[in-house]
């Protein structure tokens, strides 16, 4: 009989698992918003250092031919760089708030 009892208050007072569930995935949700604002901070780095880079790539003689198609990549690198970190933010604030954006 004691050991039965012993049982049922093992059930009861043993945490659910969606509760240890959702202690984790907020553990998540926090760290994907800090890599996604990490992401936009450097797109905006990028666009912040292309047009000192530019003028040390452009005192090379072998890339004067090809000095747009260099400046278009730095630039694409920023845009994809900053649209991911919104996509992030954006996905993992509606994931904080109890639900799933676009849905």
């Given at each position: 009989?004691?050991?039965?009892?012993?049982?049922?208050?093992?059930?009861?007072?043993?945490?659910?698992?969606?509760?240890?569930?959702?202690?984790?995935?907020?553990?998540?949700?926090?760290?994907?918003?800090?890599?996604?604002?990490?992401?936009?901070l450097?797109?905006?780095?990028?666009?912040?250092?292309?047009?000192?880079?530019?003028?040390?790539?452009?005192?090379?003689?072998?890339?004067?031919?090809?000095?747009f198609?260099?400046?278009?990549?730095f630039?694409?690198?920023?845009?994809?760089?900053?649209?991911?970190?919104?996509?992030?933010?954006y996905?993992?604030?509606?994931?904080?708030?109890?639900?799933?954006?676009?849905?």
């Amino acid at each position: 009989m004691r050991r039965g009892a012993s049982n049922i208050a093992g059930v009861l007072y043993t945490k659910p698992a969606y509760l240890i569930r959702s202690s984790m995935d907020k553990d998540k949700t926090t760290i994907q918003l800090v890599w996604g604002i990490a992401l936009i901070l450097a797109g905006i780095g990028v666009f912040y250092r292309i047009p000192q880079v530019m003028l040390r790539i452009e005192k090379i003689g072998q890339f004067s031919s090809v000095i747009f198609f260099i400046r278009f990549c730095f630039y694409f690198m920023g845009v994809l760089l900053i649209g991911g970190g919104i996509k992030k933010v954006y996905n993992n604030y509606g994931e904080s708030e109890g639900k799933r954006p676009g849905g």
